[in-house]
């Protein structure tokens, strides 16, 4: 199993290095990308050389990599101009992953509350279909696939049924899921279905989130602190025989630890929990 860590335990944006070189001083040996995720930002050729130069100094492995759905630059938006940009600043992380060896992109695709019963909810997905279908030579052409990720303020049927439209639209050589189990643990909470949506999406599994709550709010513990079925994922991920990277995705500020190296030590500790009990089911 392939664990890693996300860079931004301290926050998305700044103290790259520092984050790049604690992370492999913990224990791991990769990483996944999440530094500026929700924004606008555009790496500069300049800096993606810089990254990949980080990665080899610090011998790690960029697993894969958070893109952007920007704030101006959406590519989900119903401004054509803006959903444009939005495509440009995916591509730009794609370049970025391609540079540094990574194979995956996760993305966001929230769907506002407001449209799931609206008219224009086939025109969202119009404008989404329009970004993917720009975006699939170039990500083909880069060897870089995207991963769109469940998210928390929707439900069982309203996530499945996005990610059925998704699936029917493209193939595996472009498309998959991103499972994040803090977001499975909210949005599904008293269903049953926390790890029933990984199983039946499991043959499009591209990236995997393991992050924890009480399943009341997206907390980002780390693992075996909360409510998450561990057991139940472990096993799907075994038994589906998933071969991607398994982030460990959680933030300083929200585990009860004030000593980063400490925190980075207990980050380590519970991915390392987490492969052995995969392991009980092999």
């Known amino acids: 199993m392939k664990l890693s860590l996300n860079t931004s335990y301290l926050g998305d944006t700044g103290r790259e290095e ?8 913990a224990g791991f040996d990769s990483i996944q990308w999440i530094h500026d995720w929700n924004g606008d930002y555009m790496y500069a050729p300049s800096e993606i050389e810089q990254i990949a130069d980080w990665l080899s100094t610090y ?6 990599l958070h893109a952007s759905k920007g704030i101006r630059k959406d590519y989900m ?20 992953a391609a540079r540094c060896g990574a194979r995956v992109i996760v993305l966001h695709m929230p769907i506002p509350t407001a449209l799931w019963n609206s008219p224009r909810l086939d025109d969202l997905y119009d404008r989404v279909f329009r970004s993917l279908d720009e975006l699939r030579p170039y990500c083909i ?6 991963a769109v990720e469940n998210l ?7 996530e499945t049924e996005q ?42 599994l591209l990236s995997v989130h393991l992050t924890d709550n009480d399943g009341r709010g997206d907390a980002h513990w780390v693992p075996f602190s909360g409510s998450v079925d561990w057991t139940g994922i472990a096993r799907v ?7 991607g990277y398994v982030t460990l995705e959680s933030v300083l500020r929200r585990s009860g630890l004030e000593d980063e190296a400490i925190y980075l030590e207990e980050c380590f500790a ?5 492969r052995e009990l995969a392991e009980r089911f092999r």
Request: one cysteine or more.
């Open 18 to 25: 520092h984050c790049l070189r604690s992370i492999k001083a």
């Open 59 to 64: 011998g790690l492995v960029m697993g894969d």
């Open 77 to 96: 938006s119903f401004n054509e101009y803006e959903r444009k940009a939005g495509v440009e600043l995916i591509k730009n992380r794609v370049d970025l």
């Open 141 to 146: 052409g880069k060897d870089v696939r995207i």
């Open 152 to 158: 928390v303020q929707t439900d069982f049927r309203k």
């Open 163 to 204: 990610f059925e439209r998704l699936f029917e639209r493209y193939d595996a050589d472009f498309l998959g899921l991103c499972y994040d189990s803090g977001h499975a643990n909210c949005a599904f909470r008293g269903t049953g279905e926390r790890v029933g949506f990984l199983e039946r999406f499991a043959d499009r």
């Open 237 to 243: 991920l075994v038994d589906t025989g998933y071969d």
């Open 270 to 274: 519970r991915a390392e929990r987490f």
